[in-house]
């Protein structure tokens, strides 16, 4: 089992940033790939960014591409989701995922593990 916490969601103003935070913990010894995803009212839920356990290799949806970045503190076992410039078509449920292999995955079904999700709302 890995548990995962999100925190860091909040109101802003579009051109604003924000940083999401997901703490991992449990069964952070088979290196976990990582990844988040997001779901605004009335959509499907959505990939945005994964990231390697080492924190080597990272991947992006193509539409927050030079504004997101996912990073990792191997020492805290936390990802972060660095959101600059963010859009009004941004705000949903961000959710943290895990998945018990070591590659990036960004379908949902390929993720074992879920965090609670924080709530991003984007201002125009």
């Known amino acids: 089992q890995v548990q995962l916490v999100e925190s860091g969601g909040g109101l802003v103003q579009a051109g604003g940033s924000l940083t999401l935070s997901c703490v991992a913990s449990?069964?952070?010894?088979?290196?976990?790939?990582m990844g988040w995803f997001r779901q605004a009212p009335g959509k499907e839920r959505e990939f945005v960014a994964a990231i390697t356990w080492t924190g080597i290799s990272t991947y992006y949806t193509n539409s927050v591409k030079g504004r997101f970045t996912i990073s990792k503190d191997g020492d805290k076992e936390t990802v972060f989701l660095q959101m600059n410039n963010l859009k009004p078509e941004d705000a949903a449920v961000y959710y943290c995922a895990a998945r018990l292999w070591r590659s990036i995955a960004t379908k949902g079904i390929e993720y074992e593990y879920w965090g609670q999700g924080t709530q991003v709302t984007v201002a125009s």
């Open positions: 449990g069964r952070t010894s088979s290196s976990p790939a």
